[in-house]
């Protein structure tokens, strides 16, 4: 290869990279002699809406555990923003920029709801490590936790102890949350599970809502959720990919009808 084409090469290698948020590659997991995850390969662009549909065990809270670092992998490799983060700890990979809700809730019950919000501004702020923050400073992530709960319609419960708010809302305050750290890849795992339908439909809103430029990746069983939110789905089932493509696509795969959906949609 000539100095030129190798030239070329980077440059192009460097171009599809920009393009590209995360990319797994052949990643496999192994609890002892239970293989979770096997061989998983998925590439998911800058400002794509994915979903990852499975039956239960079908290891894909195990995947996002990997993807966040928590978890360490057995095979493959994690690529973020261009960067290898394989070996990148969880704390390091959140701070250049993924984001996670869990299925269960993060909030701290007994603050209000803005205290909760001015927190997780401040732990991903600069100055996270000095204990006293000027009040100006303070006032200013008041406003702006204002303003974010004032966008998702939850501004009059901004004073509320977490505790007494409804599911719907916990939920919607903890992707708040997500949200307020201007993520570069929000991951969300199952975020209307144990929800009554009006409340999953907060839920749905406002990720439709908010999904403006936002890298998303999105666990889901609920199909009416995954149709309304994500344009891209990928079928994982015992830990494998079986299926990877556009919604509509992936709905009128009769192998994934059969696997997975019963043939019920
Ligand atoms: N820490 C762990 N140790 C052993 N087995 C685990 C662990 N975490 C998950 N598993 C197993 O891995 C499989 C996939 O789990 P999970 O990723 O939670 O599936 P899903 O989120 O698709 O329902 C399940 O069989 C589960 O029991
Ligand atoms: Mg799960």
Known sequence: MTLRQAQDDMALRQAQDDKVCLRLDGVSKRFGSLSVLDDVSITIRTGERCGIIG??????????????????????????LGND??????????????ARTFQTTTLFPRLTVIENLVLALQAHSAERFTMLVPR???????????????????????????????????????ILLALAQRPKLLLLDEPTAGLAPSDASLVTEMLKREHAGL??????????????????????????????????????????????????V
């Not at 400073?137 to 009059?156: C, K, N, Q």
């Not at 199909?223 to 509509?248: C, I, K, N, S």
């Open 136 to 174: 100006s400073r303070y006032r200013a992530r008041d406003h702006e936790a204002r303003a974010l709960l004032e966008r998702v319609g939850l501004g009059p419960r901004a004073d509320a102890l977490v505790d007494a708010l409804g599911y719907g809302e916990k939920r919607q305050i903890e």
């Open 215 to 264: 890298t998303m990746v999105l666990i889901e069983h609920d199909m009416g959720v995954v149709f309304d939110v994500v344009e891209r789905l990928t079928v994982l089932h015992y830990g494998r990919v079986v299926a990877d493509g556009p919604v509509e696509a992936i709905r009128a795969d009769a192998n994934v009808q059969e696997i997975y959906l019963g043939g019920k």
């Open 85 to 98: 983060v394989t070996r990148v700890s969880a704390h390091t990979r959140a701070r250049r920029g993924m």
């Open 55 to 80: 039956p239960n065990g079908a290891g894909k809270s195990t995947l996002f555990n990997i993807i966040a670092g928590e978890l360490p992998l057995s095979r493959g490799s994690v690529r973020f």
